[in-house]
Protein backbone atom coordinates (compact mmCIF):
# COMPACT_ATOMS: atom_id res chain seq x y z
CA UNK A 1 0.00 0.00 0.00
CA UNK A 2 1.57 3.12 -1.03
CA UNK A 3 0.94 7.07 0.46
CA UNK A 4 -0.35 8.19 -3.40
CA UNK A 5 -2.42 5.23 -3.35
CA UNK A 6 -4.17 6.55 0.02
CA UNK A 7 -3.79 10.07 -0.48
CA UNK A 8 -5.86 9.40 -3.82
CA UNK A 9 -8.19 7.63 -1.98
CA UNK A 10 -8.94 10.35 0.95
CA UNK A 11 -9.26 12.90 -1.91
CA UNK A 12 -11.84 10.86 -3.97
CA UNK A 13 -13.40 10.68 -0.66
CA UNK A 14 -13.51 13.88 0.11
CA UNK A 15 -11.66 13.48 3.46
CA UNK A 16 -9.43 15.87 5.34
CA UNK A 17 -5.61 14.53 6.43
CA UNK A 18 -6.87 14.37 9.74
CA UNK A 19 -10.03 12.53 9.53
CA UNK A 20 -12.00 10.14 11.90
CA UNK A 21 -13.64 7.05 11.50
CA UNK A 22 -16.76 8.41 11.70
CA UNK A 23 -15.76 10.95 8.82
CA UNK A 24 -14.95 8.03 6.84
CA UNK A 25 -18.30 6.22 7.19
CA UNK A 26 -20.45 9.75 6.66
CA UNK A 27 -18.08 10.43 3.39
CA UNK A 28 -18.74 6.95 1.79
CA UNK A 29 -22.63 7.17 2.55
CA UNK A 30 -23.04 10.53 1.22
CA UNK A 31 -21.00 10.15 -2.01
CA UNK A 32 -22.41 5.72 -2.27
CA UNK A 33 -26.16 7.84 -1.66
CA UNK A 34 -24.83 10.31 -4.22
CA UNK A 35 -23.57 8.15 -7.19
CA UNK A 36 -25.60 4.62 -6.95
CA UNK A 37 -26.65 2.76 -9.71
CA UNK A 38 -30.66 2.23 -8.41
CA UNK A 39 -30.77 5.99 -7.91
CA UNK A 40 -29.31 7.17 -11.53
CA UNK A 41 -31.39 7.36 -14.70
CA UNK A 42 -30.63 5.18 -18.05
CA UNK A 43 -28.22 8.12 -19.48
CA UNK A 44 -26.47 8.48 -16.19
CA UNK A 45 -26.36 4.75 -14.90
CA UNK A 46 -22.68 3.57 -16.81
CA UNK A 47 -20.82 6.64 -15.26
CA UNK A 48 -22.77 6.64 -11.82
CA UNK A 49 -21.44 2.90 -11.69
CA UNK A 50 -17.81 3.59 -12.85
CA UNK A 51 -17.86 6.46 -10.49
CA UNK A 52 -19.56 4.20 -7.31
CA UNK A 53 -16.78 0.94 -7.92
CA UNK A 54 -14.21 3.82 -7.36
CA UNK A 55 -16.00 5.19 -4.29
CA UNK A 56 -16.12 1.16 -2.93
CA UNK A 57 -12.31 0.73 -3.72
CA UNK A 58 -10.94 3.80 -2.14
CA UNK A 59 -13.17 2.88 1.05
CA UNK A 60 -12.08 -0.70 1.00
CA UNK A 61 -8.19 1.07 0.80
CA UNK A 62 -8.70 3.49 3.61
CA UNK A 63 -10.45 0.54 5.71
CA UNK A 64 -7.39 -1.91 5.18
CA UNK A 65 -4.81 0.79 6.02
CA UNK A 66 -7.10 1.87 8.73
CA UNK A 67 -7.33 -1.49 10.56
CA UNK A 68 -3.58 -2.05 10.95
CA UNK A 69 -3.24 1.41 12.91
CA UNK A 70 -1.85 0.96 16.25
CA UNK A 71 -4.18 2.77 18.86
CA UNK A 72 -2.53 4.55 22.26
CA UNK A 73 -3.92 3.40 25.34
CA UNK A 74 -1.02 6.22 27.39
CA UNK A 75 -2.88 8.67 29.52
CA UNK A 76 -1.72 11.47 27.78
CA UNK A 77 -3.03 10.19 24.47
CA UNK A 78 -6.02 9.85 25.99
CA UNK A 79 -6.59 13.33 27.38
CA UNK A 80 -5.16 14.68 23.83
CA UNK A 81 -7.79 12.63 21.61
CA UNK A 82 -10.68 13.42 24.84
CA UNK A 83 -10.14 17.31 24.09
CA UNK A 84 -11.32 19.67 21.70
CA UNK A 85 -8.05 19.21 19.13
CA UNK A 86 -8.34 23.03 18.24
CA UNK A 87 -8.69 23.92 22.58
CA UNK A 88 -5.36 21.56 23.32
CA UNK A 89 -2.97 23.14 20.02
CA UNK A 90 -3.77 26.45 21.58
CA UNK A 91 -3.41 25.16 25.22
CA UNK A 92 -0.28 23.39 24.56
CA UNK A 93 1.55 26.44 22.07
CA UNK A 94 0.60 28.67 24.90
CA UNK A 95 2.11 26.59 28.06
CA UNK A 96 4.98 24.80 26.40
CA UNK A 97 6.13 28.05 25.51
CA UNK A 98 5.53 29.64 29.14
CA UNK A 99 6.02 27.00 31.47
CA UNK A 100 7.57 24.19 29.62
CA UNK A 101 5.53 20.49 28.89
CA UNK A 102 1.74 20.44 28.69
CA UNK A 103 0.46 17.51 30.83
CA UNK A 104 -3.08 17.48 31.37
Known amino acids: MKFEEIDQARRLLG????????????????LSLKYHPDRQNKKNKKQAEEEFKRINNAKELIMRYIANYRYSFRKEDVKKQTMDKETYKHLKRFYDDWWGRLDF
Not at 15 to 26: A, C, W
Request: proline share 0%; net charge negative.
Open 15 to 30: LDEESTLEDIKEAFKR
